[in-house]
C-alpha cells in the first residue's frame, strides 16, 4: 500500500474538469485507489465522490493505493498532482 | 382586443454584462414524478438493474454522439461539459445507490433513479462552496437523461428564433449545449447564482444574462418582447419605444467599449520606443482580482487589507486572515501581490480596537503606529501574510512610514514573526520582499536614507499630496487647492524615484496619480515604470503608454521642470506631441 499527501493549490480545488480527468486515470489502474481529507475517505473511480469531497484550494489530502499496479498508479496520480498543484 | 401592456421590470443577478432586446422564448423542464410501484419478485429486480444498465449506456452512447459533433465545430468548452457528463452517467457511486434502492426496496430503476438523484441534488445544494452547490445542476442534468432513456424517450430539440431571448427555470449543462448559442440573444433564469452553469456559459461566450430572478419570471409569455440588461441585472418586458432605444444606445456603446477593452487587454504596455511599463490594480479583497485581470493588469500593486477589519465586532484572527490572504495568492498565483499592512485610524469604524475620536485622525494615531504599539495586532496580520506567502507571490508594504526608526523597528517585529514560523515548521516565502509606502513628505526627503531598509518604495499619492500641500480634499472649501500636479508634489515624486534608482530598490506608484492618463507621460519621463491603480483605470493607462515615446515622455518632464505652477504643468502634459 503506497500514502501520498499533496496540498491542493488550485484555489477552486478539484472542479468538474479535472475531476473527470482524475477518475478516467483513476480507472485505468487495477489498484483501489481512494482519497482522504480530514476524517473523511472516499473512492478516487467516482465523480460524485469526489466532488462531494468538496475539496478547496490549500487542503491538505492524501491517496491511498492499494494493489497489483500501485507503484505505476502512484506514479501517474504524483504526476497529476503536480500539475493541478502547479 | 389587444391593449398596450405597461412596461414592466423584474429585477435579478446580473452575469454577463451586455444588453439583448428580442421575443421570449420560454424552456421548461418537465417535472417527473415517482410512480410507486414495488417490485414482487427477484425477476423484475434483475430486469430493472438491467434497464437501468440499458439506458446508462444509451445515455453515455448520445452523448458521446454530441462529444463528435462537438470535436467537428472545435467547441471546447461544450466538450468539457460533456465529458464531465460521461463520468457522472457511469459513476460508480451512482450505479451503486441505484441498484441498492431496486435491490432492497423494491423500487423501479425510473423510481431508484429519481431517488437517488434528489438525494444527490439535496446534498449539492447544501454544499458551503458556491461552485459546488451548482453542481446540482450537473447531476440532475445526467438523471434526466437517464430518465429519458428509461421512459424511451430521445432527446428532443425544439428550435427558437434567431435573437431570442431565453426564459428558463434553470439551463442544465446539455440545454446550454443543445443551444445553438449563437442564435441566442441572452437569457435570464429563475433560479442559480453567480456560479451557476447558465452564468458561467453565458461569461465565457459574452452572452447577456440574467439569473436568480425568482418566479416572476412565470408571468413572460413566449414571443413577449423584452429587453436583458445582463450588467444591472434586470429585465424589462414590454418595453415602450423610449425605453427600447435608451437600451439601444446602451447597447451600442457596450459593444464599443467590449472591443476596445479587447483591444488593449492582451497587448503589452510599452512605448514606441520599446520602454516596457507595468500595470498592476489597486483591490481590496479576493474577488477584485478578475476584474483587474480583464482590465488587462499584470499583478496586485496594492491590496489594502482594511476591509478584513472594518464594520465587525472583533478583530480578525490569524486563520480569518490566512483565509484572506490565501485566497489571493492562490487566485493570483505568480503573478506578484503587494499587500499593506493595516491603514487604520481614528477615521475607520473599528469600536473594538478602542480608538479614540481624534482631532486630527490624519495627523494621528494610524496605520503603523497603531501596529508598532498594539504588537498583537501586528504580530497576528504579519503571521497570517506570511503563511499564505508560500502560496503565491507576495510583496508586504508598511504605510505610513516617517523615519528609519519606525522601518526598523517594523522589521524587526517581522524578523521575530519569520523566526516564530520557521521555528513552528510553518512554510512562508523567505525570499519576500519588504517595502514602505512613501506618502508622509518627511519619508520623500529622507529617501535616500530609507532605501537603504526596504527593497521598494511606493508611492501613494493621495496622502503625499494632501500631507504636502496641507489640504484636505473632503473640505469643499479648500478642496480646490488639492493638485498632483502642484511643482512641490512632483518634487517630491522625483526625488524619490531618484533615490530609489540610486539605491537599486524598485519603486512604483500606487496612488490616484498613477491612474490619471494626464499623468502618465510625465510620471514615465521621471523615470517611473510601475502603476498601479483602479482596474478600470488600466486600460487607457496602457493606451498612453502604448501611444507615446520615451523621449516624448522625458521631454514633458524637462519641460515641467522648468514651470512654476500645477496649470501650467498640467497644460504641458494635456499637450499632443
Redo the contacts between chains.
Sequence with gaps: MISKEYTILAPEGIHARPATALVRLVKKFKSGISLKKGEKMIQLNSMLNILALSTKGGDRVSVVIDGEDEDEAALALDVFFKDLIA | MTTTKEPRRIGGIGVSPGIAIGPAFVMRREVVAVTGITLTNAAEVAAEIGRFDEAVSQSVAEVEALIAGLTDAGNDEGL?IL??QT??LT????RNDVVQRIEEQFRTAHDALVGVTDA?VQ??LN???A??RA?HA??RDAGDRILRHLGGRAQQTRTYPEGCIIIADDLSPSDTIALDLTRVAGFATQMGGKTSHAAIVAKARGIPAVVGCGPLLDGIKEGEWLVLDGQAGELVLHPDDATTDSYREKQQHFAEEIAWLKSLRDVPAVTKDGCAVQLLANISEPADLDQAFENGGEGVGLLRTELLFLGRDSLPDEEEQF?FY??IA??AGKRPVTIRTIDIGGDKEAPYLGLAKEENPFLGYRAIRICLDRTDIFNTQLRAILRASA?GNFKIMFPMIGSVQEIRAAKVVLQEVRRELAQEGVLFDAQMQTGIMIEIPAAAVIADLLAKEVDFFSIGTNDLIQYTLAVDRMNDQVAALYDGFHPAVLRLIVRVIEEAHRAGIHVGMCGELAGDPHATRLLLGMGLREFSMSAVSIPRIKQQVRETTLTEAQCIFEAAKGLDSADEIRAICKSVN
Excluded at chain 2, 459513476?91 to 451512482?94: A, G, I, N, V, Y
Design positions: 468539457d465529458e464531465t463520468e457522472f459513476d460508480p457511486q451512482l444527490l446534498l449539492f454544499m458551503d462552496d461552485y459546488m453542481r450537473d447531476v483565509e490565501q485566497k492562490l487566485k502560496f
